[in-house]
């Protein structure tokens, strides 16, 4: 299984923010210099003046861009300049992914967020659209399905929903089999692709609970949508993304600006053309929360992870299952701060967390 590394390498503090961390499968790539031979590691993380992305020349009305496919990197030894290949894949398909987060307490002083993407061709999301609305419809007839959205936590909240003209009807069972029926609609999806993060952080002392909280959160966030770019560019598919808009009126940062951040900073990076390949990301849209159906689905399978983290970090029943769900890419970070990742219908605790049951 592949992962990705702490690199111990360029803690110079002009080190851009977006990237920390390394594909394992780069950790070995030496370049050697063609003027002293010396053999050395290509500097991945180093920021370059520019960002470099594909480029549409001036007066070039046509459909293409113009790629990079080498980059002068400079010896550390004599100091010469030398080109280095990058890799470039044809784009071939698309796929627009929504994305939505979870946030739990585990305890007083431990925090959890976890985000989900559900992504599939734009050609099949009218069909998952359709297949959301008849399921909210079945069990609020009387309401447009789209004047509603399924966040998760309140309607799994009985004195929400009780405070709720239109879910007075939804007693615990209706409710638990609206959910029922919510996970064998996404497991029957084997079209959709679905990734989710998880990132807790404890709260040390003479850190205030705001910065932990936001700290968390941005880490999961990056590493989501970098782990995605990766993974899917290499499969030759241009990942779109989508996020419930979180502008908020308490000035803190949020998706809009780290997604910003990370793409300015990150097309700076010699790594950043090894995980896009030459495929052209363009930044994240925003929309208002719950506005896609998708949208509510990544809330749903958000709430479903760090639902199960939080059982099992309490040693409660387990009542819901992210193995209902279906196959799922899982990121997580392990012991040593590497981000991990597995493919799998029932969720690699272990992967992450050894096999301490709430560790
Ligand atoms: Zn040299």
Redesign the pocket.
């Known amino acids: 299984m592949r992962g990705y590394a702490f690199p111990q390498m360029n803690e110079e503090p002009g080190r851009p923010r977006a990237l920390t961390h390394l594909p394992e499968d780069l950790l070995d790539v030496r370049h050697t210099?063609p003027?002293?031979?010396?053999s050395f590691a290509p500097p991945w993380l180093e920021r370059m003046s520019s960002p470099m992305v594909p480029i549409k020349p001036d007066n070039y009305e046509g459909p293409g861009r113009w790629v990079r496919l080498t980059l002068s990197i400079r010896?550390p030894?004599?100091?010469?300049q030398s080109e280095f290949g990058v890799p470039y894949v044809k784009m071939k398909t698309r796929c627009i992914f929504h994305g939505d987060e979870a946030e739990r307490q585990l305890s007083e002083d431990r925090i959890l967020f976890s985000y989900s993407t559900v992504g599939a061709d734009p050609k099949l999301i009218p069909e998952i659209n359709q297949a959301v609305w008849a399921l909210k419809r079945e069990f609020s007839p009387k309401l447009e399905p789209k004047s509603w959205r399924i966040h998760t936590k309140d309607l799994l909240n009985g004195r929400w929903r009780r405070k709720q003209d239109r879910f007075k009807e939804w007693d615990e069972s209706i409710t638990r089999s609206f959910f029922e029926r919510l996970e064998k609609l996404l497991c029957s999806m084997t079209d959709v692709f679905v990734f989710n993060i998880v990132n807790s952080a404890s709260i040390k002392p003479g850190i205030e609970f705001a910065t932990v909280r936001e700290n968390t959160k941005e880490e999961a966030f990056r590493w989501l949508l970098l782990f995605m770019i990766d993974n899917l560019t290499r499969q030759g598919c241009q990942p779109h993304f989508l996020f419930d808009d979180d502008r908020k009126s308490d000035g803190r940062r949020g998706e809009r600006n780290w997604a910003s951040d990370l793409l300015v900073d990150s097309q700076k990076c010699l790594l950043y053309n090894y995980l896009s390949r030459g495929i052209e990301i363009v930044p994240p849209h925003f929309v208002p929360p719950g506005s896609e159906p998708c949208l509510e689905l990544a809330d749903f399978v958000s709430y479903v992870v760090a639902r199960y983290h939080y059982t099992r970090w309490l040693k409660l029943q387990l009542d819901y299952d992210p193995a209902r769900l279906g196959a799922i890419t899982y990121l997580g970070f392990g012991a040593s701060g590497d981000l991990r990742f597995h493919r799998t219908k029932s969720y690699p605790w272990e992967l992450f967390y050894g096999n301490d049951p709430a560790s």
């Open positions: 210099c003027n002293c031979s010396t010896c030894s004599c100091g010469g």
